[in-house]
C-alpha cells in the first residue's frame, strides 16, 4: 500500500494508524501534490490558507474510498488531527473500530497520568481520551484504573533514587512467540561461565559510580531470559556480589524471575530466599498442555503447580504468573479456564499478556497467519471481568507493535503487592541500571524531564568479547547527573 504525504511529513503516526487496521503490512511512502498509483493508497494532505490550515485524507482500499476533511487553527495538533481523520476513513471503509483509538505508542496510562497531576478529574479525563484519541470508554477505565492504583506509588518515589535490573539472557527452549534477546542453554552453555564474570564485574563497576553520586538502590530486578537457567551456586554468587557492593538497607523490593517451571528447584529458590529476594515470577503462560508444547515451552501445567506450591513452601508471600491471550491453537474456553485456576491459586499478581508477532520472533516465520485469527479481545475481556470481580487491581499496563487486535498486557495485583520497578520502568519516572546483555539503561533526572539511554552489547558473546568497551558505556551515568549539577 502507498501512503502519500502532501505538505506533511507525519510518516510515523499515520503509518501507526494505519497497522491498527491492517498489520503486518509493508507500505511505501511517497511525497507528492498529487496521487499517481494504481494501489490502494492514503493521501493525506495539510494545505495552508490564510485564516487556517485544511487538512484531508483520501483513502482507496479493499475497493472502496473513502475521503475526510477538517479545518483546524496553526497552533492546532496536525498530526493528531489528521490521524483522527484517517482512523475515521478506515473505520467506515473497514467496520474495525480499535478500541485504543489513535494511541499507537507504548505507554497509553501517561497520559492519564499527566492528566491527573493537572487536576482533571475522573469525567474530564474521559472526556478528554475520547475527544483528543477516540478512545473508547472501556480502555479509558482500564486507564484510568490503572493511573489511580499507580498514583501512591510514584507519590512515594525518592527522587535520588534508582533500580537495578540484572540480564540473564538464557533459556532451557526458545518459545515460538519470543523475540527477547535470549538464547537457549543447549547452544551456549559454555558462554555462561565467562558470562557470569563479566556480570559480576560490571555489578561491581557500576555500584562504585552510583556511591559516588550518592544514588540509592530502591528495586533489584532479575530478568531475562530465565535467570533460573542458572545453577544455585551461579545465583548465590550474582547475588551476593550485588550485596556485598550496593548498599541494600534502601532495597523495598527484589525479584527474581524464575519464570520456566522447568528451571526451578527447591535449592534455587531457597538460595534467592537467603540473598533477600522477596517476590518471584513463575510463568505458566498457559494451563493448557498442548498449548505449551505447540509454543516451544518443555514444560507442563502440572510441572507449575508443583513449582508455585514449592515456592509458597519456601516462603516467598509474592508472587507473580504470566499468562498470554491469542497463543497458537490456545481457545477461549481453554483461556477463561487458565485464568479461573490462577485466581483460585491466588497469586500475588497475575499478568495478562496479549500475543504480539514480533519480526525476531520464530512464530512469525512459521507461515502460520491463523493465530493473527485468534479471538484475543474476548480472551482478555474475560480475564478483566474475572480479575476485577476477584479483588484485583490493574497496576501497570503497556502495549507493543504488532499486538493481536491492537489489545495491551496488564498487571494485576492484590492491593498492597504492586511491583515497583514494573510501574518505574514503565512511566520512566526513575532511573534503572541495567546490568548483563541486551541490558539497556535508562537515566531519568530527578525533575523527570530528561531520559538517556545507555545500551549494552545485545547477545552474551557480544557481551563476553567486547566487555570492555561496554564498560566504559558506563561512564555516561556519572556525565548525565553532571548536566544536572
Known amino acids: 500500500m502507498t501512503l502519500i504525504f502532501s505538505g506533511n511529513d507525519y510518516k510515523y503516526e499515520l503509518e501507526g494508524v494505519m497497522k491498527l487496521f491492517i498489520p503486518a503490512t509493508l507500505f511505501t511512502h511517497v511525497f507528492s501534490d498529487s496521487i499517481d498509483t494504481e494501489d490502494d493508497y492514503v493521501f493525506a494532505q495539510k494545505k495552508d490558507n490564510a485564516d487556517n490550515v485544511c487538512l484531508s485524507v483520501k483513502v482507496r482500499y479493499d475497493g472502496k474510498t473513502c475521503e475526510k476533511e477538517e479545518f483546524v487553527h496553526f497552533e492546532s495538533d496536525m498530526e493528531l488531527s489528521l490521524s483522527r481523520l484517517l482512523f475515521k476513513a478506515m473505520s467506515e471503509i473497514t467496520g474495525i473500530v480499535p ?178 529476594c522477596g517476590r518471584v515470577s513463575i510463568n505458566p503462560q498457559t494451563l493448557n498442555d498442548s498449548v505449551l508444547e505447540a509454543i516451544g515451552r518443555k514444560h507442563t501445567t502440572a510441572q507449575f503447580f508443583d513449582s508455585f506450591d514449592l515456592a509458597r513452601k519456601v516462603g516467598f508471600d509474592s508472587i507473580n504468573t504470566d499468562i498470554i491471550a491469542g497463543l497458537p491453537t490456545d481457545t477461549v474456553e481453554s483461556f477463561e479456564n487458565t485464568i479461573d485456576k490462577l485466581i483460585e491459586l491466588a497469586p500475588e499478581n497475575i499478568t495478562v499478556h496479549t500475543l504480539s508477532i514480533k519480526r525476531a520472533a520464530r512464530l512469525n516465520h512459521s507461515g502460520d497467519r491463523e493465530v493473527l485469527k485468534n479471538p484475543a479481545d474476548k480472551m482478555v475481556e474475560y480475564a478483566t471481568k474475572r480479575l476485577l470481580e476477584s479483588g484485583y487491581l490493574p497496576y501497570y499496563l503497556y502495549r507493543q507493535k504488532n499486538m493481536l487486535e491492537n489489545l495491551e498486557n496488564i498487571g494485576w495485583t492484590k492491593q498492597g503487592h504492586e511491583s515497583l520497578y514494573n510501574i518505574y520502568i514503565m512511566e520512566e519516572v526513575q532511573t534503572i541500571l541495567a546490568m548483563g546483555a541486551g541490558g539497556s539503561t535508562k537515566l531519568v533526572d530527578k525533575e523527570g524531564g530528561r531520559l538517556e539511554r545507555v545500551f549494552n552489547y545485545k547477545f552474551p558473546l557480544e557481551y563476553n568479547k567486547h566487555f570492555e568497551l561496554m564498560l566504559k558505556r558506563k561512564n555516561e551515568i556519572e556525565e548525565f547527573y553532571a548536566k544536572e549539577k
Open 99 to 276: 478500541k485504543w483509538g489513535v494511541i499507537t505508542g507504548i505507554r497509553p496510562v501517561k497520559r492519564v497520568n499527566d492528566m491527573l497531576s493537572e487536576g482533571m478529574n475522573k469525567a474530564e479525563i474521559f472526556k478528554a481520551m475520547e475527544s483528543r484519541y477516540l478512545c473508547s470508554e472501556e480502555k479509558c477505565d482500564i486507564a484510568y484504573k490503572t493511573a489511580i492504583t499507580q498514583k501512591p506509588v510514584l507519590d512515594e518515589l525518592e527522587k535520588d533514587s534508582f533500580s537495578l535490573y540484572v540480564s540473564v539472557p538464557f533459556c532451557p527452549t526458545r518459545c515460538s512467540y519470543c523475540s527477547f534477546v535470549s538464547q537457549s542453554i543447549e547452544g551456549c552453555m559454555k558462554l555462561i561461565p565467562e558470562y557470569v564474570n563479566k556480570l559480576c564485574e560490571e555489578i561491581v563497576y557500576t555500584a562504585k559510580i552510583t556511591k559516588k553520586l550518592g544514588l540509592k538502590l530502591d528495586t533489584v530486578y532479575f530478568g531475562g531470559g530465565t535467570p533460573t537457567t542458572l545453577t544455585a551456586a551461579q545465583l548465590d554468587r550474582v547475588m551476593k556480589v550485588i550485596e556485598n557492593s550496593f548498599d541494600m538497607s534502601t532495597v523495598r523490593e527484589y525479584t527474581v524471575e524464575a519464570g520456566r517451571p522447568d528451571t526451578i528447584t527447591e535449592e534455587k529458590l531457597k538460595v534467592l530466599k537467603a540473598n533477600g
